[in-house]
């Protein structure tokens, strides 16, 4: 990959904007771009926390396994968006996995090098500061979904968020592509796979989306909007 690619990808980051070229050049030099393929670990508990990754291209899944051994999604990730950012707040070991969900194109630098770039860049500092809030609030929000609401609201909050997150406006809708399996979407909203079959075909038969698996598309944007 050419440095004027790996640039080009830094440049298109919402957490750089404001950055000055002499800065980004630095990230150029510092960083490493790396392509992962789906189920690919990242990182696992324990291991050092000491790399901040942007994600580019593809999904990422960070989870916890809780006590009793079962894996809790906490968030899916997209192009745009970074991770690993909990050694920013003094965090020496991953307390989370990373797994590649859907091929992925990953930049990474070390913590102690980014953590330079913030100290001599303030703007850099309040974009983190910002992300790191916002990371935190969805988190809770997800959180709040498995513990206060029934299968079917699980299933149907985190499809629109997916859909909002991810998908494209359209003629006729929002389409998102690829989909996820039914067992991806069921580790992702703590339900039953059977579950998540019949609350999709619930809603094809409602007409309100269609999908296979290449695409998942909404054909009633005011349910996107729906609590």
């Known amino acids: 990959m050419s440095e004027k690619t790996k640039l080009w990808y830094l440049q298109n ?26 189920k690919e670990i990242i990182y696992f508990p324990e291991e050092p926390s000491d790399t901040i990754y942007f994600l580019k291209e593809g999904k990422i899944k960070i989870s916890r396994l809780t006590e009793d051994g079962r894996s809790m999604t906490l968030q899916l990730l997209g192009p745009g968006e970074i991770f690993g ?3 920013l707040l003094g965090q020496e070991k991953h307390e989370n996995i990373a797994e590649v969900v859907e091929d992925a194109l990953i930049c990474s630098i070390s913590k102690d090098q980014f953590q330079e770039m913030m100290n001599e860049n303030p703007m850099l500092t309040r974009s983190v500061h910002k992300f790191i809030g916002f990371r935190l609030r969805k988190i809770e929000s997800h959180l709040e979904d498995l513990v206060f609401k029934n299968a079917r609201e699980r299933v149907e909050s985190f499809l629109k968020r997916y859909v909002r997150t991810f ?11 690829p989909f996820l399996t039914h067992q991806e979407i069921a580790d992702l909203t703590a339900t039953a796979r059977q579950t998540v079959n019949t609350i999709l075909n619930d809603l094809v038969q409602a007409g309100t989306i269609s ?13 996107l909007q729906e609590s």
Do not use: A, Q
């Open 85 to 87: 950012e909990s050694s």
């Open 13 to 38: 980051f919402n957490l750089f904007e404001g950055v000055k070229p002499d800065m980004m050049k630095m990230m150029e030099e510092k960083t490493h771009m790396t392509r992962s393929g789906k």
């Open 211 to 223: 999908y296979s698996r290449r695409y998942f598309h909404v054909h009633d944007p005011g349910w």
């Open 167 to 177: 998908g494209k406006k359209m003629v006729d809708g929002w389409r998102v592509r």
